[in-house]
């Protein structure tokens, strides 16, 4: 087991017991419904944290992230079972109950150093290259270090309920304490912003998959400046800790873990720049709501009293009005100052629309609208023609990996470059028009490829036939004519053998008339007067190998027997001429008013249906008659011819 995976189940087995007891302690805690949720909460959020490190090292076990969320999700239960203990104390006195509160008075930065080490250490799990994030994860330990010990030795009296607890270790005198103290907060501060950072470093050399990854854990660590900030608002407002930082330690917790785990595992789930649009829109709503709200009650308060049922209502009222219309725009202009390339994306694939739909422009451009909007050259789009794997781009290079283009749940475009998904979605209109069009060009080229391709058969035939006609039946029947002249001129001599003239005459018609039968074969069978199956069974006592042959069906239309079987003569003739095949089956079946024509023979393989003339001609046949032929050759496993005739019996 890789030691990433060992730390991760050590921190879930260490939290566990942790969390045990907690539970244990807490029934001779002596608390208040509030502080008994501020106790329990952590325990569920470090629980949820440490599983996703589990989660996380079992998925990628060489990687210390996991280990590091383990670490996220191990500090709240711990500090929650300080202050459990410290509850405790108040019933019942415990062993160096007073020495352990005073010594975890600056535990509360276990809440944000992991969180600092997620931001150094992801997602490769190693530190960048260079000085600088060396020196930062320096400073975190030793900001972390130093701050706890300066708060052990701090000798302010303890907040209720804790006044009456003692500093039994030793203190120094106040006025060092916060000589200490102010500057390491103001160090804490810094070192998070060069945290921040090495972070955008690493975005600014990372590849595309570890610049999402990295997207996806910024908008989680978020939290960490806001509960940072949430803290201090409860010092102003209340001069202590109070409900306001309760979110913001939960986001910590819980919107960290596993907006990592899901930058690691799935970052191309969602669209991230949507997300954090999203998010960023609803905190500047909620923040200006809330203004708004506080500003309302306080008005209120002050003309109808405080506490008074009419200003909560009016101060809703007036926040329920402000925020429909809000929402929108804050999104527009937050979309606009974060993700400026995508906005003008966006207005660039409207625009190309437009002028497509106005006649002013060609589907075919969205590649350099797209080119030229991102501000990114290396953008290249790809489509899927209908019955294709793979995408290739107007020009027919292929296009390997990018954003896919879906329509109706199914691929039909990919834009290979830095496309956020909501472009991608903009573009399925002119994606399927361009696919459209480039299968209705290739239909076109393939129609009149293959016209071109009968002309020249048809020609080629011509000339077979002239050339047959002219070295055997034409000449022999010349030769006759030319026999039976001369016996006509000495007839009256006695000196022909009539007998003989006469036989070979007939002899040589004969043969003329079986040369004859024999091309008008090869141009449509006679054999088929008689229905497809006499016509294969002909076909199988001419062959020189071994055939098989089977046919399922009935009577079919004259058109389709005559290509079934000259995709069937065809396909033996190859594999007997050129694949070397000993061993030959024909099957024919009807199914679904299709008419299937399988011939598979054990010959070397290796066919190439473009290069033969004979298996392009049949493609022309078959796909004159509606149909489709595919040809599986592999080189030593033989050759499967199959066409699929459209028969309506």
């Known amino acids: 087991m890789p030691w990433a995976r060992r730390i991760s189940f050590f921190l879930a087995l260490l939290t566990a017991v942790?969390?045990?007891?907690?539970?244990?302690?807490?029934?001779?805690?002596?608390?208040?419904?509030?502080?008994?949720?501020?106790?329990?909460?952590?325990?569920?959020?470090?629980?949820?944290?440490?599983?996703?490190?589990?989660?996380?090292?079992?998925?990628?076990?060489?990687?210390?992230?996991?280990?590091?969320?383990?670490?996220?999700?191990?500090?709240?239960?711990?500090?929650?079972?300080?202050?459990?203990?410290?509850?405790?104390?108040?019933?019942?006195?415990?062993?160096?109950?007073?020495?352990?509160?005073?010594?975890?008075?600056?535990?509360?930065?276990?809440?944000?150093?992991?969180?600092?080490?997620?931001?150094?250490?992801?997602?490769?799990?190693?530190?960048?290259?260079?000085?600088?994030?060396?020196?930062?994860?320096?400073g975190v330990l030793g900001c972390m270090v130093a701050f706890m010990a300066t708060a052990a030795v701090d000798p302010s009296p303890y907040e209720p309920p804790?006044?009456?607890?003692?500093?039994?270790?030793?203190?120094?005198?106040?006025?060092?304490?916060?000589?200490?103290?102010?500057?390491?907060?103001?160090?804490?501060?810094?070192?998070?912003?060069?945290?921040?950072?090495v972070m955008h470093r690493r975005y600014r050399a990372g590849d595309e998959v570890e610049r999402a990854q990295l997207k996806w854990f910024a908008l989680g660590a978020l939290a960490l400046p806001g509960t940072l900030l949430l803290c201090w608002a409860d010092y102003l407002l209340f001069g202590r800790v109070g409900i306001?930082?309760?979110?913001?330690?939960?986001?910590?917790?819980?919107?960290?873990?596993?907006?990592?785990?899901?930058?690691?595992?799935?970052?191309?789930?969602?669209?991230?720049?949507?997300?954090?649009?999203?998010?960023?829109?609803?905190?500047?709503?909620?923040?200006?709501?809330?203004?708004?709200?506080?500003?309302?009650?306080?008005?209120?308060?002050?003309?109808?009293?405080?506490?008074?049922?009419?200003?909560?209502?009016?101060?809703?009222?007036?926040?329920?009005?402000?925020?429909?219309?809000?929402?929108?725009?804050?999104?527009?202009?937050?979309?606009?100052?974060?993700?400026?390339?995508?906005?003008?994306?966006?207005?660039?694939?409207?625009?190309?629309?437009?002028?497509v739909h106005e006649g002013q422009g060609q589907p075919e451009q969205l590649e350099e609208v797209l080119r030229e909007a991102l501000r990114e050259p290396r953008v290249r789009v790809g489509y899927l023609?209908?019955?294709?794997?793979?995408?290739?781009?107007?020009?027919?290079?292929?296009?390997?990996?990018?954003?896919?283009?879906?329509?109706?749940?199914?691929?039909?475009?990919?834009?290979?470059?830095?496309?956020?998904?909501?472009?991608?979605?903009?573009?399925?209109?002119?994606?399927?028009?361009?696919?459209?069009?480039?299968?209705?060009?290739?239909?076109?080229?393939?129609?009149?490829?293959?016209r071109s391709r009968l002309l020249k058969t048809g020609y080629?035939?011509?000339?077979?036939?002239?050339?047959?006609?002219?070295?055997?039946?034409?000449?022999?029947?010349?030769?006759?004519?030319?026999?039976?002249?001369?016996?006509?001129?000495?007839?009256?001599?006695?000196?022909?053998?009539?007998?003989?003239?006469?036989?070979?005459?007939v002899a040589e018609l004969g043969t003329a008339v079986a040369e004859l039968r024999e091309l008008a074969h090869g141009l449509r069978p006679s054999s088929l007067d008689d229905g497809l199956g006499p016509a294969l069974e002909a076909l199988t006592l001419r062959g020189p190998v071994r055939l098989d042959w089977r046919l399922n069906g009935h009577s079919f239309p004259d058109d389709v027997a005559t290509t079934a079987y000259f995709v069937a003569s065809e396909a033996v003739t190859n594999a007997v001429k050129h694949a070397g095949a000993t061993s030959i089956g024909i099957v024919v079946d009807e199914e679904d008013e299709k008419l299937i024509v399988t011939v598979r023979d054990d010959g070397r393989g290796g066919v190439d249906p473009v290069k033969g003339s004979g298996l392009s001609g049949l493609l022309d046949r078959v796909a004159a008659l509606g149909g489709r032929l595919q040809v599986t050759s592999t080189p030593g496993g033989g050759t499967t011819v199959e066409a699929v005739l459209p028969c309506v019996s």
């Open 244 to 355: 306001l930082i309760v979110p913001g330690l939960l986001s910590l917790c819980l919107g960290v873990p596993a907006l990592t785990a899901l930058a690691i595992l799935r970052h191309d789930l969602y669209d991230v720049d949507r997300a954090t649009s999203a998010v960023v829109t609803w905190a500047l709503v909620t923040a200006g709501l809330l203004a708004v709200y506080s500003a309302a009650s306080f008005t209120g308060g002050l003309v109808l009293g405080q506490g008074s049922a009419v200003t909560a209502a009016a101060a809703t009222a007036l926040v329920a009005a402000v925020l429909m219309p809000v929402k929108n725009r804050v999104r527009r202009w937050v979309d606009r100052r974060f993700y400026p390339a995508r906005e003008r994306a966006l207005a660039a694939v409207a625009t190309l629309e437009r002028e």
């Open 18 to 138: 942790t969390i045990v007891a907690v539970c244990a302690l807490m029934p001779l805690a002596v608390v208040s419904t509030e502080e008994m949720f501020a106790l329990m909460t952590p325990l569920v959020a470090g629980a949820f944290s440490v599983g996703l490190g589990v989660f996380v090292s079992s998925r990628r076990p060489a990687n210390p992230v996991g280990p590091l969320l383990g670490l996220v999700g191990l500090a709240p239960p711990l500090l929650a079972l300080f202050d459990t203990y410290s509850y405790a104390s108040l019933s019942r006195p415990l062993p160096g109950a007073e020495a352990i509160h005073q010594l975890t008075l600056g535990a509360w930065m276990l809440w944000y150093v992991p969180v600092l080490l997620l931001m150094l250490f992801f997602p490769t799990g190693q530190l960048p290259p260079g000085r600088f994030p060396r020196l930062v994860l320096y």
């Open 162 to 197: 804790f006044e009456e607890y003692g500093h039994p270790l030793p203190t120094l005198p106040a006025a060092v304490i916060w000589s200490f103290i102010i500057p390491l907060l103001g160090a804490f501060m810094a070192l998070l912003i060069c945290s921040v950072l």
């Open 460 to 505: 080629r035939e011509r000339r077979r036939l002239e050339r047959d006609l002219h070295d055997g039946a034409q000449s022999r029947l010349v030769s006759l004519g030319m026999a039976l002249r001369l016996a006509q001129r000495h007839l009256g001599e006695g000196t022909v053998d009539v007998d003989g003239v006469l036989d070979q005459a």
């Open 385 to 450: 023609l209908p019955g294709g794997t793979e995408f290739h781009d107007t020009t027919g290079v292929a296009v390997r990996r990018g954003t896919e283009v879906r329509l109706a749940g199914r691929p039909i475009g990919v834009i290979d470059g830095p496309c956020p998904r909501e472009v991608a979605a903009a573009c399925v209109l002119l994606v399927e028009t361009v696919r459209l069009r480039l299968e209705l060009r290739q239909a076109l080229t393939e129609v009149e490829a293959s």
